[in-house]
């Protein structure tokens, strides 16, 4: 019949999930409350207010550009497409949380 072919992904680092964190609190304390908190997102008195002129520059510091190491361009690819594919993998389908796939379950179980 058909020939199987294997792909691989490239795992996403902590570093990776991280980023993409950062970036996106970033996003939505700025949407949710126009301010941003550089360093510490528990203290609201650190927090500044930002213009739209400013939020997009600290995005697009944050977003960063290919191939830069901080950057979350290529990141964001990793862990939302790295989850998806364990999840589809992994997972029980007919689960709304994440629980091993019962074969998978039954396995594990079986080794302990």
Known sequence: M???IEMKMAK????DIERCIKFFQ???EFVEYGTHTPENDEF???SIDLDEEAFVEKLRELW???FKAAAVDCAWTR?????DILID?????SSDVLEWKPEIAKQLAATE
Do not use: L, Q
């Open 2 to 4: 058909g020939k199987t």
């Open 89 to 93: 993998n992994c997972c029980d389908p």
């Open 44 to 46: 609201e008195e650190e």
């Open 79 to 83: 862990v939302v497409m790295g989850c």
């Open 26 to 28: 970033f996003i939505e």
């Open 64 to 66: 960063g550009g290919r």
């Open 12 to 15: 996403a680092s902590k570093e």
